[in-house]
């Protein structure tokens, strides 16, 4: 599994501005390139619309856009060595198409911590989530706060045994060896909601569901070839992903997202929920 195109979203904002350092690590990790990418909404202002024929007014907007993107970051992404991209457009649309037709391997985005906990899906990162087919690496972060580094220690990679459980543990061991990552597997048993978490950080494996679950995971790890240390919790499966990042201070957590985009597909599974509460950079693929 290379990486070595990524695309990050910039729109100037305080969030935008703290991610860089998040971004420059990621591309060491992976030795990767990036590109910034500036999506240039059309004018909404009835005024803007009035006073000014619309070509005109989007030509000055684009020009603007196009100087302050050229100076943006420019300690933490050299103009000689960073690409910059501006397009017009919706901007979680713009995004997803950017990647798709120009091949980019993961997206990194912020999450706007605010905005994003309140209405995660009107959010940018969320559509994004939604309509992306590469891989889109989040964390959670204050405004002016850059999040936690990146790091190459502990990553674990959230098992749920469906039919898409292969793909996504092969994806998060082929990452984990690039970047001479711990690989862990969390597997979480439904349970009543409002029931605490009970992570099973000794492997001891009690009850028979449990006990299937782990045949069930070791048969996955032969197949995939990964000898990956295994953690079975019990509980709401949010909660129990969560906790066991945060228990096993986890760098980042890998999470598969439907392979079916739309309203009836991605946004059927956890990826938002997690994205909102994880302790850590959650990279859903």
């Known amino acids: 599994?290379?990486?070595?195109?990524?695309?990050?979203?910039v729109d100037f904002s305080p969030s935008c501005a703290a991610m860089a350092p998040?971004?420059?690590?990621?591309?060491s990790m992976l030795k990767a390139k990036v590109t910034l990418l500036f999506v240039l909404e059309p004018p909404t202002s009835g005024f803007e619309l009035v006073a000014r024929p619309l070509p005109d007014a989007m030509e000055d907007?684009?020009?603007?856009?196009?100087?302050?993107?050229?100076?943006?970051?420019?300690?933490?992404?050299?103009?000689q060595e960073v690409?910059?991209?501006l397009v017009v457009g919706d901007p979680a649309s713009e995004i997803a198409r950017i990647a798709r037709e120009r091949g980019f391997e993961v997206i990194i985005m912020p999450t706007h911590t605010g905005a994003f906990r309140r209405t995660l899906l009107g959010s940018t990162t969320a559509k994004v989530l939604n309509d992306a087919d590469c891989f889109v690496m989040t964390t959670q972060h204050a405004e002016t706060i850059s999040p936690r580094p990146l790091d190459h220690r502990e990553w674990v990679c959230?098992?749920?045994?469906?039919?898409?459980?292969?793909?996504v543990l092969?994806?998060?061991a082929e990452i984990a060896d690039g970047v001479h990552a711990k690989l862990s597997i969390i597997h979480a048993i439904p349970a009543a909601h409002g029931a605490p978490v009970q992570l099973d950080?000794?492997?001891r494996v009690h009850s028979v569901?449990?006990?299937v679950a782990a045949e069930r995971l070791r048969d996955l790890q032969r197949r995939v070839g990964s000898h990956a240390q295994v953690k079975i919790a019990v509980g709401a499966t949010k909660d129990a992903l969560t906790e066991a990042a945060r228990r096993l201070q986890a760098d980042a957590l890998i999470i598969g997202r439907s392979s079916q985009p739309g309203t009836q597909g991605r946004l059927r599974d956890l990826t938002y929920a997690v994205v909102r509460d994880a302790p850590c950079p959650v990279l859903s693929v």
């Not at 998040?22 to 591309?27: D, E, K, T």
């Not at 020009?63 to 943006?72: D, H, N, R, T």
């Not at 959230?158 to 793909?167: H, P």
């Open 170 to 172: 092969r994806t998060a």
């Open 209 to 211: 569901e449990k006990r």
């Open 1 to 9: 599994m290379m990486i070595r195109h990524i695309l990050f979203p």
């Open 201 to 203: 950080l000794d492997e």
């Open 83 to 85: 690409a910059r991209l």
């Open 158 to 167: 959230a098992i749920g045994l469906s039919a898409d459980s292969e793909r």
């Open 22 to 27: 998040f971004v420059n690590r990621a591309a």
């Open 61 to 79: 907007r684009k020009k603007l856009g196009c100087a302050k993107l050229e100076s943006y970051l420019a300690a933490e992404f050299p103009r």
